[in-house]
């Protein structure tokens, strides 16, 4: 039998991108449900590989807040060791008291880098909103100064306090093991 060579030449690494004009959901790993607290700010980290821009947020109410109760959703930047830091966008809001994924549209630009994706209840305080949140999953390296308990996982951080509009910086965090998750839609 005669010999075979096989050649091979290196491909250039490409990472994945995120593509325009579709919907994307912004978690790894499974989800369950969780009932928010009134004026607790939740976000979590998202990695953009790639510029994009977003035309709208969007967050999965899966029971219905009291009348009038609203979902309150934003993007911070990243201060550099996965915390979220400086305010980039707040969105506005959207319903909190009807079971539907509402979303809101608007137009920001990204660079590639860490951004945090935030939710808070507000106007609820007898029932606030039952939402999709992150239950298990890998997202990227959220800092914290100790480990976490058996069974627990870091998925993102929280901050109380919040019953307006959304702080100019995150501000002191604590961790947050299920925060809601968004999906986004690229131009």
């Known amino acids: 039998m005669g010999t075979h060579e096989a050649t091979f030449r290196k491909a250039p690494f490409t990472p994945l991108r995120i593509p325009s004009g579709v919907y994307i959901g912004t978690a790894y790993g499974q989800t369950s449900t969780g009932l928010l607290t009134q004026n607790t700010l939740y976000a979590y980290p998202w990695a953009v590989p790639n510029p994009i821009t977003l035309t709208r947020l969007s967050v999965d109410v899966t029971t219905a807040g009291e009348a009038g109760s609203v979902l309150r959703l934003g993007i911070f930047y990243d201060n550099g060791t996965t915390i979220p830091d400086v305010l980039l966008l707040d969105?506005?809001?959207?319903?909190?008291?009807?079971?539907?994924?509402?979303?809101?549209?608007?137009?920001?630009?990204?660079?590639?880098g860490i951004y945090w994706l935030s939710t808070v209840a507000q106007v609820c305080p007898t029932t606030p909103p039952t939402v999709r949140i992150l239950s298990v999953g890998a997202q990227p390296g959220v800092s914290n100064a100790s480990l976490p308990g058996s069974g627990q996982t870091y998925q993102g951080m929280s901050r109380t306090g919040?019953?307006?509009?959304?702080?100019?910086?995150?501000?002191?965090?604590?961790?947050?093991?299920?925060?809601?998750?968004?999906?986004?839609k690229t131009a």
């Open 91 to 112: 969105a506005g809001t959207v319903a909190g008291d009807a079971i539907a994924q509402p979303e809101i549209t608007i137009s920001q630009a990204l660079n590639p």
């Open 162 to 184: 919040i019953s307006g509009a959304l702080p100019a910086n995150f501000g002191a965090v604590t961790v947050a093991s299920s925060p809601p998750r968004m999906t986004v």
